[in-house]
């Protein structure tokens, strides 16, 4: 091939290339967010829900004592004896105000949900 034959082959493909571009400039994408509808602004984004993390907090916490009665206990939940923070089947490890050791509790996100378990560290 000789060289006019390759400038000119050259010549055709960047006006191809020129007709992509006025193209894409006649589907002008637009500048603001207000014109979009407000579902394509969200669809890259990540549809899980941030888990409710319990380790380090301090807990109001409503329990029965031996009596059946029902009474709130102040505490820190120390660490995870299973399972990741904030998953419903975590067994969680808390020490309460005035005990020595730690309890192992299960159930900690029902509680909070069910409104027995209150963050007082906020």
Not at 14 to 30: F, G
Not at 41 to 66: A, M, W, Y
Not at 104 to 111: A, N, R, S
Request: a positive charge; glycine letters at 6%; hydrophobic letters at 20%.
């Amino acid at each position: 091939m000789s060289n006019d034959e390759v400038n000119a082959s050259c010549r055709r493909k960047s006006s191809k290339t020129s007709k992509v571009t006025d193209k894409a400039k006649e589907k002008s994408i637009p500048t603001s967010t207000g014109s979009l509808p407000s579902s394509s602004l969200c669809h890259n984004r990540s549809k899980r829900i941030p888990r409710t993390k319990f380790v380090g907090r301090r807990i109001s916490h409503q329990r029965e004592d031996q009596t059946k009665s029902k009474k709130w206990y102040f505490g820190t939940v120390t660490g995870t004896l299973s399972g990741n923070d904030g998953a419903p089947t975590t067994e969680y490890e808390v020490l309460y105000d005035g005990e020595q050791d730690p309890w192992c509790v299960k159930g900690l996100l029902q509680d909070y949900r069910s409104s027995s378990l209150k963050f007082i560290d906020v």
